[in-house]
Protein backbone atom coordinates (compact mmCIF):
# COMPACT_ATOMS: atom_id res chain seq x y z
CA UNK A 1 0.00 0.00 0.00
CA UNK A 2 1.01 3.11 -1.17
CA UNK A 3 1.19 6.10 1.41
CA UNK A 4 0.29 9.94 0.33
CA UNK A 5 3.48 11.74 1.85
CA UNK A 6 2.40 15.72 2.43
CA UNK A 7 5.06 17.22 1.28
CA UNK A 8 3.80 21.13 2.44
CA UNK A 9 1.51 23.78 2.27
CA UNK A 10 -0.87 22.80 -1.05
CA UNK A 11 -0.87 25.13 -4.07
CA UNK A 12 -3.42 27.73 -3.90
CA UNK A 13 -6.33 27.15 -6.66
CA UNK A 14 -6.35 30.55 -8.43
CA UNK A 15 -9.99 31.86 -8.28
CA UNK A 16 -11.18 34.40 -10.99
CA UNK A 17 -10.92 36.92 -8.30
CA UNK A 18 -7.50 36.42 -7.61
CA UNK A 19 -6.74 36.28 -11.47
CA UNK A 20 -9.30 39.71 -11.77
CA UNK A 21 -6.71 41.08 -8.91
CA UNK A 22 -3.32 40.47 -10.48
CA UNK A 23 -4.44 41.65 -14.01
CA UNK A 24 -5.74 45.12 -12.09
CA UNK A 25 -2.07 45.14 -10.20
CA UNK A 26 -0.44 45.13 -13.80
CA UNK A 27 -2.55 47.53 -15.80
CA UNK A 28 -2.68 50.14 -12.56
CA UNK A 29 0.29 51.97 -11.81
CA UNK A 30 1.20 54.62 -9.48
CA UNK A 31 3.66 57.40 -9.57
CA UNK A 32 4.74 59.98 -7.04
CA UNK A 33 6.25 63.27 -6.74
CA UNK A 34 6.31 65.73 -3.87
CA UNK A 35 4.72 69.54 -4.29
CA UNK A 36 3.70 71.71 -1.24
CA UNK A 37 1.03 74.40 -0.28
CA UNK A 38 1.12 77.11 2.17
CA UNK A 39 -0.94 76.88 5.25
CA UNK A 40 -0.66 80.55 6.66
CA UNK A 41 3.37 81.34 6.51
CA UNK A 42 4.75 77.34 6.57
CA UNK A 43 4.73 75.21 3.76
CA UNK A 44 3.15 72.03 3.74
CA UNK A 45 4.15 68.97 1.79
CA UNK A 46 1.62 67.64 -0.28
CA UNK A 47 2.59 64.35 -2.18
CA UNK A 48 1.07 64.13 -5.70
CA UNK A 49 0.15 60.27 -6.68
CA UNK A 50 -1.32 59.72 -9.85
CA UNK A 51 -3.26 55.87 -10.72
CA UNK A 52 -4.10 54.85 -14.41
CA UNK A 53 -6.55 52.17 -15.09
CA UNK A 54 -8.39 50.93 -17.68
CA UNK A 55 -12.38 51.91 -17.78
CA UNK A 56 -13.95 55.53 -19.48
CA UNK A 57 -11.30 57.55 -19.82
CA UNK A 58 -11.13 60.74 -17.41
CA UNK A 59 -9.26 62.88 -15.58
CA UNK A 60 -9.89 63.97 -11.79
CA UNK A 61 -8.11 65.39 -9.00
CA UNK A 62 -8.93 64.24 -5.44
CA UNK A 63 -7.89 65.84 -1.97
CA UNK A 64 -9.37 68.93 -0.94
CA UNK A 65 -7.97 70.87 -4.26
CA UNK A 66 -8.96 74.37 -4.79
CA UNK A 67 -10.97 75.74 -8.01
CA UNK A 68 -7.28 76.93 -9.71
CA UNK A 69 -5.73 73.55 -8.93
CA UNK A 70 -8.65 71.94 -10.52
CA UNK A 71 -8.87 74.43 -13.32
CA UNK A 72 -5.14 72.85 -14.09
CA UNK A 73 -6.82 69.53 -15.83
CA UNK A 74 -7.60 71.98 -18.84
CA UNK A 75 -3.98 73.44 -18.35
CA UNK A 76 -1.96 70.50 -18.23
CA UNK A 77 -4.45 68.78 -21.23
CA UNK A 78 -3.32 71.67 -23.58
CA UNK A 79 0.52 71.89 -22.47
CA UNK A 80 0.45 68.25 -23.55
CA UNK A 81 -1.35 67.94 -26.66
CA UNK A 82 0.52 70.96 -27.83
CA UNK A 83 3.57 69.28 -27.97
CA UNK A 84 2.62 66.06 -29.69
CA UNK A 85 2.28 64.09 -26.08
CA UNK A 86 -0.96 61.57 -26.63
CA UNK A 87 -2.95 62.05 -23.63
CA UNK A 88 -3.87 58.62 -22.40
CA UNK A 89 -6.78 57.26 -23.25
CA UNK A 90 -7.36 55.55 -19.40
CA UNK A 91 -8.58 56.75 -16.19
CA UNK A 92 -6.65 58.84 -14.72
CA UNK A 93 -7.02 59.99 -10.74
CA UNK A 94 -4.90 62.26 -9.16
CA UNK A 95 -4.45 62.06 -5.13
CA UNK A 96 -3.04 65.16 -3.30
CA UNK A 97 -2.65 64.07 0.07
CA UNK A 98 -2.65 64.37 3.33
CA UNK A 99 -6.26 65.03 2.36
CA UNK A 100 -7.42 67.00 5.24
CA UNK A 101 -5.25 70.12 4.23
CA UNK A 102 -6.90 72.37 1.71
CA UNK A 103 -3.96 73.09 -1.61
CA UNK A 104 -3.90 75.86 -3.42
CA UNK A 105 -1.73 77.31 -5.84
CA UNK A 106 -0.57 77.07 -9.61
CA UNK A 107 2.75 75.27 -8.33
CA UNK A 108 0.91 71.84 -8.66
CA UNK A 109 0.36 72.28 -12.54
CA UNK A 110 3.74 70.97 -13.74
CA UNK A 111 3.94 67.37 -11.09
CA UNK A 112 0.39 66.91 -12.70
CA UNK A 113 1.63 67.19 -16.33
CA UNK A 114 5.25 65.25 -15.50
CA UNK A 115 2.97 62.07 -13.67
CA UNK A 116 0.67 61.99 -16.71
CA UNK A 117 3.32 62.23 -19.92
CA UNK A 118 5.33 59.08 -17.99
CA UNK A 119 2.34 57.13 -17.50
CA UNK A 120 3.81 54.25 -19.06
CA UNK A 121 7.16 54.13 -17.01
CA UNK A 122 6.61 53.20 -13.46
CA UNK A 123 8.87 55.43 -10.76
CA UNK A 124 9.35 56.88 -7.43
CA UNK A 125 11.45 59.90 -6.80
CA UNK A 126 12.07 60.38 -2.96
CA UNK A 127 13.00 63.79 -2.06
CA UNK A 128 12.42 65.49 -5.39
CA UNK A 129 10.08 68.70 -5.08
CA UNK A 130 8.54 69.96 -8.25
CA UNK A 131 7.14 73.14 -8.69
CA UNK A 132 5.49 75.15 -11.88
CA UNK A 133 2.73 76.89 -13.36
CA UNK A 134 1.47 75.32 -17.02
CA UNK A 135 1.14 77.36 -20.21
CA UNK A 136 -1.17 76.16 -22.08
CA UNK A 137 2.05 75.75 -24.93
CA UNK A 138 3.89 73.58 -22.66
CA UNK A 139 6.10 76.64 -20.97
CA UNK A 140 7.07 76.55 -17.13
CA UNK A 141 6.41 79.56 -15.64
CA UNK A 142 6.89 80.91 -11.95
CA UNK A 143 4.21 82.08 -9.02
CA UNK A 144 4.55 84.19 -6.33
CA UNK A 145 4.33 80.97 -4.08
CA UNK A 146 7.28 79.29 -4.97
CA UNK A 147 9.40 81.27 -3.59
CA UNK A 148 7.50 81.23 0.89
CA UNK A 149 7.07 77.52 -0.80
CA UNK A 150 10.64 76.64 -0.68
CA UNK A 151 12.17 78.84 2.28
CA UNK A 152 9.68 77.89 4.33
CA UNK A 153 10.60 73.63 3.52
CA UNK A 154 14.42 74.66 3.53
CA UNK A 155 13.98 76.14 6.74
CA UNK A 156 12.27 73.40 8.25
CA UNK A 157 15.17 71.00 6.72
CA UNK A 158 12.68 69.17 4.15
CA UNK A 159 14.06 69.73 0.95
CA UNK A 160 17.21 68.91 -1.04
CA UNK A 161 16.37 69.16 -4.55
CA UNK A 162 13.63 70.58 -6.68
CA UNK A 163 12.95 70.63 -10.69
CA UNK A 164 11.68 74.82 -10.70
CA UNK A 165 10.57 77.57 -13.94
CA UNK A 166 13.67 78.95 -15.06
CA UNK A 167 12.31 81.99 -14.88
CA UNK A 168 12.54 82.13 -11.39
CA UNK A 169 15.60 81.16 -10.44
CA UNK A 170 16.19 84.81 -10.39
CA UNK A 171 15.00 84.99 -6.92
CA UNK A 172 15.51 81.38 -6.15
CA UNK A 173 18.80 81.47 -6.43
CA UNK A 174 19.34 83.54 -2.89
CA UNK A 175 18.31 80.22 -1.06
CA UNK A 176 21.32 78.27 -0.09
CA UNK A 177 21.32 74.93 0.68
CA UNK A 178 18.91 73.58 -2.40
CA UNK A 179 19.71 72.27 -5.69
CA UNK A 180 17.84 73.48 -8.10
CA UNK A 181 17.15 71.96 -11.44
CA UNK A 182 15.71 75.08 -13.92
CA UNK A 183 13.45 74.02 -16.91
CA UNK A 184 11.71 76.20 -19.15
CA UNK A 185 9.50 73.53 -20.86
CA UNK A 186 7.37 70.60 -20.06
CA UNK A 187 9.18 68.65 -22.20
CA UNK A 188 12.69 69.38 -20.90
CA UNK A 189 11.25 68.21 -17.93
CA UNK A 190 9.80 65.17 -18.65
CA UNK A 191 13.51 64.36 -20.67
CA UNK A 192 14.98 65.34 -17.25
CA UNK A 193 12.59 62.82 -15.15
CA UNK A 194 12.54 60.11 -17.85
CA UNK A 195 16.45 59.89 -18.16
CA UNK A 196 17.23 60.14 -14.12
CA UNK A 197 19.42 63.36 -14.81
CA UNK A 198 18.82 66.01 -11.78
CA UNK A 199 22.00 67.36 -11.90
CA UNK A 200 21.71 71.54 -10.54
CA UNK A 201 22.00 73.94 -12.68
CA UNK A 202 21.51 76.66 -11.28
CA UNK A 203 24.76 78.90 -9.94
CA UNK A 204 24.32 80.46 -5.64
CA UNK A 205 23.28 84.27 -6.14
CA UNK A 206 25.86 86.97 -4.85
CA UNK A 207 24.67 90.14 -2.50
CA UNK A 208 25.54 93.22 -4.00
CA UNK A 209 25.89 94.90 -0.65
CA UNK A 210 28.78 95.45 1.64
CA UNK A 211 29.53 92.23 3.94
CA UNK A 212 31.57 91.37 6.78
CA UNK A 213 31.79 87.81 8.79
CA UNK A 214 31.66 87.28 12.36
CA UNK A 215 31.72 83.82 14.18
CA UNK A 216 31.60 82.45 10.51
CA UNK A 217 28.39 83.96 9.56
CA UNK A 218 28.05 86.95 6.83
CA UNK A 219 26.34 89.95 7.83
CA UNK A 220 25.19 92.60 4.58
CA UNK A 221 24.34 96.47 5.11
CA UNK A 222 24.19 99.12 2.33
CA UNK A 223 25.33 102.71 2.11
CA UNK A 224 22.63 104.07 0.82
CA UNK A 225 21.30 107.06 1.94
CA UNK A 226 17.80 108.39 0.23
CA UNK A 227 17.61 110.75 3.21
CA UNK A 228 20.49 112.30 5.08
CA UNK A 229 20.19 113.35 9.05
CA UNK A 230 22.35 116.41 7.49
CA UNK A 231 19.26 117.48 6.74
CA UNK A 232 17.91 117.48 10.14
CA UNK A 233 18.76 121.18 11.44
CA UNK A 234 19.63 120.98 15.42
CA UNK A 235 17.91 118.50 17.58
CA UNK A 236 20.68 116.81 18.94
CA UNK A 237 19.30 114.99 21.70
CA UNK A 238 16.48 113.27 18.83
CA UNK A 239 19.33 112.76 16.65
CA UNK A 240 21.69 110.99 19.61
CA UNK A 241 18.18 108.93 20.65
CA UNK A 242 17.42 108.09 17.14
CA UNK A 243 21.63 106.82 17.11
CA UNK A 244 20.91 104.78 20.16
CA UNK A 245 17.10 103.13 19.19
CA UNK A 246 18.82 102.56 15.25
CA UNK A 247 22.20 100.48 17.25
CA UNK A 248 19.68 98.70 19.57
CA UNK A 249 16.29 98.32 17.74
CA UNK A 250 14.63 99.70 20.30
CA UNK A 251 11.26 101.10 20.33
CA UNK A 252 11.29 105.21 19.63
CA UNK A 253 8.71 107.69 20.64
CA UNK A 254 9.03 111.54 20.03
CA UNK A 255 6.47 113.75 20.60
CA UNK A 256 7.05 117.28 19.47
CA UNK A 257 5.21 120.48 18.10
CA UNK A 258 4.41 120.41 14.34
CA UNK A 259 7.91 120.81 11.83
CA UNK A 260 10.09 120.05 14.49
CA UNK A 261 11.35 117.48 12.03
CA UNK A 262 9.71 114.32 13.77
CA UNK A 263 8.52 112.54 11.01
CA UNK A 264 12.21 113.54 9.21
CA UNK A 265 13.86 111.97 11.85
CA UNK A 266 11.77 108.78 11.48
CA UNK A 267 12.28 108.40 7.60
CA UNK A 268 16.04 108.54 7.83
CA UNK A 269 16.94 105.80 10.79
CA UNK A 270 15.62 103.34 8.18
CA UNK A 271 18.56 103.92 6.37
CA UNK A 272 21.43 103.80 9.29
CA UNK A 273 19.81 100.47 11.01
CA UNK A 274 22.16 97.59 11.77
CA UNK A 275 23.33 94.85 8.98
CA UNK A 276 21.66 91.81 8.63
CA UNK A 277 22.16 88.10 7.69
CA UNK A 278 20.69 85.94 4.86
CA UNK A 279 18.46 84.63 6.81
CA UNK A 280 16.75 88.23 7.32
CA UNK A 281 17.09 88.87 4.24
CA UNK A 282 15.07 86.07 2.72
CA UNK A 283 12.59 86.64 5.61
CA UNK A 284 11.45 90.24 4.45
CA UNK A 285 11.45 88.40 0.43
CA UNK A 286 9.34 85.83 1.73
CA UNK A 287 6.55 88.44 3.45
CA UNK A 288 7.17 90.77 0.72
CA UNK A 289 6.11 87.91 -1.88
CA UNK A 290 3.15 86.24 -0.14
CA UNK A 291 1.81 90.43 -0.15
CA UNK A 292 2.24 90.55 -3.87
CA UNK A 293 5.50 92.29 -4.11
CA UNK A 294 8.53 91.40 -6.00
CA UNK A 295 11.72 91.99 -3.98
CA UNK A 296 14.97 93.81 -4.51
CA UNK A 297 16.85 91.56 -2.29
CA UNK A 298 18.58 94.51 -1.34
CA UNK A 299 20.51 94.45 1.86
CA UNK A 300 17.93 97.36 4.13
CA UNK A 301 15.34 96.87 6.50
CA UNK A 302 12.01 97.74 5.16
CA UNK A 303 9.83 100.61 6.59
CA UNK A 304 5.90 100.76 6.52
CA UNK A 305 3.76 103.84 7.87
CA UNK A 306 0.48 103.02 7.49
CA UNK A 307 -2.07 106.02 7.80
CA UNK A 308 -4.13 106.41 10.90
CA UNK A 309 -7.12 105.26 8.96
CA UNK A 310 -6.16 101.98 7.94
CA UNK A 311 -7.95 99.16 9.44
CA UNK A 312 -7.29 96.72 11.99
CA UNK A 313 -7.29 93.75 9.57
CA UNK A 314 -4.51 95.86 7.09
CA UNK A 315 -2.46 96.53 10.40
CA UNK A 316 -2.49 93.09 11.58
CA UNK A 317 -3.56 91.41 8.59
CA UNK A 318 -6.90 88.52 8.41
CA UNK A 319 -9.72 87.29 5.99
CA UNK A 320 -13.04 85.67 6.45
CA UNK A 321 -10.99 82.83 4.38
CA UNK A 322 -7.38 82.92 3.81
CA UNK A 323 -5.62 85.03 6.30
CA UNK A 324 -2.95 87.52 4.25
CA UNK A 325 -0.57 89.47 6.22
CA UNK A 326 -0.37 92.89 7.25
CA UNK A 327 1.34 96.17 7.92
CA UNK A 328 3.13 94.76 10.89
CA UNK A 329 4.52 91.45 9.34
CA UNK A 330 5.68 93.49 6.06
CA UNK A 331 8.03 95.56 8.77
CA UNK A 332 9.30 92.60 10.38
CA UNK A 333 13.12 93.12 10.65
CA UNK A 334 12.59 96.91 10.50
CA UNK A 335 10.41 99.76 11.03
CA UNK A 336 6.70 99.89 11.77
CA UNK A 337 6.19 103.67 12.16
CA UNK A 338 3.01 105.44 13.89
CA UNK A 339 2.74 109.32 12.80
CA UNK A 340 0.20 111.43 14.71
CA UNK A 341 -0.28 108.34 16.99
CA UNK A 342 -3.01 109.55 19.23
CA UNK A 343 -5.66 109.37 16.29
CA UNK A 344 -4.97 105.68 15.66
CA UNK A 345 -7.74 103.50 16.81
CA UNK A 346 -7.79 102.05 20.62
CA UNK A 347 -8.39 98.53 19.34
CA UNK A 348 -5.50 99.06 16.97
CA UNK A 349 -2.94 100.58 19.32
CA UNK A 350 -3.90 98.21 22.42
CA UNK A 351 -3.96 95.10 19.72
CA UNK A 352 -0.19 96.62 19.16
CA UNK A 353 1.15 95.20 22.61
CA UNK A 354 1.11 91.66 22.04
CA UNK A 355 3.78 92.10 18.68
CA UNK A 356 6.09 94.55 20.57
CA UNK A 357 6.05 92.24 23.28
CA UNK A 358 6.19 88.79 21.62
CA UNK A 359 7.32 89.49 18.21
CA UNK A 360 4.47 87.48 16.89
CA UNK A 361 1.33 88.37 15.81
CA UNK A 362 -1.52 85.40 15.94
CA UNK A 363 -5.08 85.54 13.75
CA UNK A 364 -7.61 82.97 14.93
CA UNK A 365 -10.56 82.37 12.25
CA UNK A 366 -13.29 79.29 12.19
CA UNK A 367 -10.93 77.68 9.15
CA UNK A 368 -7.56 78.50 10.68
CA UNK A 369 -4.97 80.05 13.02
CA UNK A 370 -2.11 81.36 12.02
CA UNK A 371 1.27 82.92 13.55
CA UNK A 372 3.31 85.92 11.77
CA UNK A 373 6.93 86.92 12.35
CA UNK A 374 6.63 90.71 13.79
CA UNK A 375 10.35 91.40 14.97
CA UNK A 376 9.81 95.04 14.19
CA UNK A 377 11.00 98.26 15.66
CA UNK A 378 8.18 100.60 16.56
CA UNK A 379 8.81 104.54 16.23
CA UNK A 380 6.04 107.08 17.00
CA UNK A 381 5.66 110.26 16.58
CA UNK A 382 3.04 112.98 18.07
CA UNK A 383 1.59 116.39 18.96
CA UNK A 384 1.66 117.58 22.53
CA UNK A 385 -1.58 118.76 22.25
CA UNK A 386 -4.71 118.39 19.41
CA UNK A 387 -3.51 121.74 18.14
CA UNK A 388 0.10 121.28 18.88
CA UNK A 389 1.39 124.37 20.07
CA UNK A 390 1.60 123.17 24.08
CA UNK A 391 5.15 123.26 24.13
CA UNK A 392 5.94 126.42 21.82
CA UNK A 393 7.32 129.30 22.86
CA UNK A 394 6.40 131.53 19.92
CA UNK A 395 2.65 129.71 19.33
CA UNK A 396 -0.10 129.80 21.84
CA UNK A 397 -2.22 127.02 22.32
CA UNK A 398 -5.85 127.26 22.03
CA UNK A 399 -6.41 123.47 23.10
CA UNK A 400 -8.69 123.39 26.87
CA UNK A 401 -7.45 121.22 30.06
CA UNK A 402 -10.20 118.71 29.31
CA UNK A 403 -8.80 118.49 25.21
CA UNK A 404 -5.51 117.67 26.03
CA UNK A 405 -5.89 115.63 29.01
CA UNK A 406 -8.25 113.59 26.58
CA UNK A 407 -5.65 113.59 23.51
CA UNK A 408 -3.07 112.38 25.70
CA UNK A 409 -5.04 109.77 27.20
CA UNK A 410 -5.74 107.60 24.19
CA UNK A 411 -2.20 105.92 25.11
CA UNK A 412 -2.26 103.32 28.26
CA UNK A 413 0.41 102.86 30.20
CA UNK A 414 0.72 99.15 29.30
CA UNK A 415 1.14 100.52 25.74
CA UNK A 416 3.70 102.91 26.77
CA UNK A 417 6.16 100.88 29.17
CA UNK A 418 6.51 98.96 25.60
CA UNK A 419 8.33 101.55 24.42
CA UNK A 420 12.22 102.20 25.26
CA UNK A 421 13.06 105.94 24.51
CA UNK A 422 10.94 108.74 25.19
CA UNK A 423 11.67 112.14 23.42
CA UNK A 424 10.66 115.79 23.60
CA UNK A 425 11.72 117.84 20.69
CA UNK A 426 12.72 120.86 21.06
CA UNK A 427 11.95 123.81 18.84
CA UNK A 428 12.95 124.63 15.40
CA UNK A 429 15.49 127.86 15.81
CA UNK A 430 16.59 130.08 12.86
CA UNK A 431 20.67 129.21 13.89
CA UNK A 432 20.14 125.65 14.44
CA UNK A 433 22.66 123.70 12.12
CA UNK A 434 23.37 120.12 11.04
CA UNK A 435 26.40 118.56 12.80
CA UNK A 436 26.09 114.75 11.91
CA UNK A 437 25.84 112.70 9.08
CA UNK A 438 24.08 109.51 8.19
CA UNK A 439 27.06 107.71 7.17
CA UNK A 440 28.91 108.43 10.28
CA UNK A 441 25.66 107.88 12.49
CA UNK A 442 25.78 104.08 10.49
CA UNK A 443 29.04 103.56 10.84
CA UNK A 444 28.87 103.88 14.92
CA UNK A 445 25.89 101.83 14.44
CA UNK A 446 27.84 98.93 12.55
CA UNK A 447 30.68 98.81 15.35
CA UNK A 448 28.00 98.74 18.27
CA UNK A 449 26.39 95.77 16.31
CA UNK A 450 30.03 94.08 16.06
CA UNK A 451 30.67 94.49 20.07
CA UNK A 452 26.64 93.02 20.34
CA UNK A 453 27.38 90.11 18.08
CA UNK A 454 30.88 89.09 19.76
CA UNK A 455 29.38 88.48 22.73
CA UNK A 456 27.41 86.03 21.64
CA UNK A 457 23.84 87.56 21.40
CA UNK A 458 21.53 85.97 19.09
CA UNK A 459 19.09 89.03 19.41
CA UNK A 460 19.89 92.63 19.36
CA UNK A 461 19.82 94.80 22.69
CA UNK A 462 16.22 95.95 22.56
CA UNK A 463 15.05 92.71 22.09
CA UNK A 464 16.33 90.89 24.48
CA UNK A 465 14.65 88.32 26.93
CA UNK A 466 14.45 88.20 31.35
CA UNK A 467 17.28 85.89 30.90
CA UNK A 468 19.28 87.32 28.27
CA UNK A 469 19.45 90.91 30.19
CA UNK A 470 20.95 89.05 33.18
CA UNK A 471 23.63 87.80 31.28
CA UNK A 472 24.61 90.66 28.56
CA UNK A 473 23.51 93.78 30.70
CA UNK A 474 25.94 93.61 33.75
CA UNK A 475 26.75 96.83 35.58
CA UNK A 476 29.40 98.33 37.55
CA UNK A 477 28.96 98.59 41.00
CA UNK A 478 28.26 102.78 41.08
CA UNK A 479 25.93 102.49 37.91
CA UNK A 480 23.73 99.14 39.38
CA UNK A 481 23.89 102.02 42.84
CA UNK A 482 22.54 104.77 40.55
CA UNK A 483 19.83 103.00 39.03
CA UNK A 484 18.57 101.12 42.40
CA UNK A 485 18.36 104.77 43.71
CA UNK A 486 16.23 106.01 40.56
CA UNK A 487 13.91 103.00 41.47
CA UNK A 488 13.21 104.16 44.68
CA UNK A 489 12.60 107.56 43.84
CA UNK A 490 10.84 107.34 40.43
CA UNK A 491 8.79 103.57 41.26
CA UNK A 492 10.30 102.35 38.11
CA UNK A 493 7.81 99.34 37.10
CA UNK A 494 9.90 95.75 36.57
CA UNK A 495 9.35 96.26 32.52
CA UNK A 496 10.90 99.97 32.62
CA UNK A 497 14.20 98.38 34.46
CA UNK A 498 14.69 95.69 31.62
CA UNK A 499 14.07 98.70 29.11
CA UNK A 500 16.77 101.02 31.13
CA UNK A 501 19.34 98.22 31.43
CA UNK A 502 18.86 97.28 27.92
CA UNK A 503 19.44 101.23 26.66
CA UNK A 504 22.27 101.75 28.72
CA UNK A 505 23.71 98.51 27.48
CA UNK A 506 23.32 100.19 23.52
CA UNK A 507 24.82 103.50 24.89
CA UNK A 508 28.10 101.49 26.93
CA UNK A 509 28.52 99.30 22.89
CA UNK A 510 28.80 103.08 21.70
CA UNK A 511 30.94 104.63 23.72
CA UNK A 512 32.79 100.89 23.09
CA UNK A 513 32.80 100.10 27.01
CA UNK A 514 32.93 96.37 28.19
CA UNK A 515 30.25 97.11 31.20
CA UNK A 516 27.35 99.47 31.89
CA UNK A 517 29.23 102.38 33.52
CA UNK A 518 27.53 104.99 35.20
CA UNK A 519 27.06 107.37 32.34
CA UNK A 520 25.46 104.84 30.03
CA UNK A 521 22.89 104.37 32.84
CA UNK A 522 22.83 108.40 33.34
CA UNK A 523 21.98 108.87 29.83
CA UNK A 524 19.63 106.00 29.56
CA UNK A 525 17.58 107.68 32.35
CA UNK A 526 16.96 110.82 30.42
CA UNK A 527 15.14 108.95 27.80
CA UNK A 528 12.63 107.62 30.45
CA UNK A 529 9.43 108.49 29.93
CA UNK A 530 8.11 111.47 32.45
CA UNK A 531 4.65 110.70 33.39
Known sequence: MNAKIDSGTPPQKRTPQTKIKQKAKKESIVNRLSCATLEGVNAKVIEVEATFT?????????????????????????????????????????????????????????????????????????????????????????????????????????????????????????????????????????HLLSKGEFATNVKKFDYDANSFTLEKTAYYYKEKYESDFSDVKGQMVAKRAALIAAAGMHNFFMEGNPGCGKSMIAKRIKDILPPMQEEELLSIAKHQ??????????????????????????????????????????????????????????????????????????????????????????????????????????????????????????????????????????????????????KSMHQEVIEAFKMQKKRGQVRLNGKLSEDEIESFCCLQSDALVLLEGAIRKFGLSHRSIASIKKIGRTIADLNKHTYIEKRDILEALSYRRRK
Open 289 to 438: FLDGQVPSFDAVRPMRSPHHTATSASIFGGGSGQAKIGEVALASKGILFFDEIPHFSKNILEALREPLQDKKVHIARVNAKIEYEADIMFVAAQNPCPCGNLLSKVQSCRCTEVEIKRYQNKLSDPFLDRIDLFVVMQEVRSEDKADVNS
Open 54 to 190: KGLPGFAVVGLASTDIQEAKERVKSALLTNEFVFPPLKITIGLSPSEIKKNGSQFDLSLGLLIALNKKSFEEEGLFVFGELGLDGRVKSSSMIFPLVLSLKEQGLIQRAIVPKEAIGYLSHISGVDFIAVETLGEAI
